[in-house]
């Protein structure tokens, strides 16, 4: 089944403690791309891959940093996280072959005390 | 990267007939439409994309005036649920379009 999968779908850390979200897609798509979701705010990018060691900013990538060794997987860093990322990860893929279509995985919901 | 505008929220009835609206004032040439559905606590799902007048799929429609500089999501007969967040997107998928900007779409609520 074609899916995008994400690592943890919970997490409660404290501030400070690294943390990585993993995110995988089993469908050879050359770009990725990271979402923060909060109330009121919508679905914002944080940073995308075209391909592999290709890597962007999207439009809110400050305490995040991302890295594209492998085509298949695109985790989330959270170096030193802090209570204002505390937020629902959304990962995604992206399929250009007929339609320009993504396709999202399931989502993490991080908490940071 | 051209901006959406999209009415906050809208409530229809199971039944009803829904179109959503979107304005995409900027929209340039190479540029397309797409739609997007969310329900609570999970990712968007692609719905529809469009260039100009009309698509149909299995979900839905998407009419585009001439003119483009708006757009409008049809969904016939909805149900309670389709109750969920849609989304705008406008981009050049063929060119360098790389960043994307969902907003905060329209919440759709169907009621009984």
């Known amino acids: 089944e074609a899916q995008v999968t994400q690592n943890p779908r919970y997490l409660i850390t404290v501030t400070g403690k690294k943390l990585t979200v993993t995110c995988s897609q089993n469908?050879?798509?050359?770009?990725m791309s990271w979402y923060r979701q909060d109330p009121g705010l919508g679905l914002r990018q944080i940073y995308y891959?075209?391909?592999?060691?290709?890597?962007d900013k999207g439009d809110v990538p400050e305490g995040y940093k991302v890295s594209r060794k492998e085509k298949r997987n695109f985790p989330l860093i959270l170096e030193s996280p802090s209570p204002n990322q505390t937020s629902l990860y959304f990962c995604?893929?992206?399929?250009?072959?007929?339609?320009?279509?993504?396709?999202f995985g399931p989502g993490t919901r991080l908490t940071v005390l | 990267l051209a901006k959406t505008t999209q009415p906050i929220s809208m409530d229809s009835y199971e039944g009803q007939e829904v179109n959503i609206t979107c304005s995409h004032n900027?929209?340039?040439?190479?540029?397309?439409i797409t739609w997007y559905q969310q329900f609570p606590s999970q990712g968007p799902r692609f719905i529809i994309q469009?260039?100009?007048t009309k698509v149909t799929n299995e979900v839905a429609s998407l009419f585009i005036p001439a003119d483009r500089k708006s757009s409008t999501l049809s969904l016939p007969r909805v149900s309670l649920s389709d109750t969920a967040v849609y989304y705008c997107?406008?981009?050049?998928?063929?060119?360098?379009?790389?960043?994307?900007?969902f907003g905060s779409g329209t919440k759709l609520n169907v009621k009984p």
């Open positions: 995604a893929s992206r399929d250009r072959t007929i339609s320009d279509t993504q396709y």
């Open positions: 469908m050879n798509h050359e770009y």
């Open positions: 891959s075209m391909n592999v060691e290709v890597t």
């Open positions: 900027n929209i340039a040439t190479n540029d397309y």
């Open positions: 469009g260039y100009k």
């Open positions: 997107l406008v981009g050049d998928i063929g060119g360098n379009f790389n960043k994307f900007y």
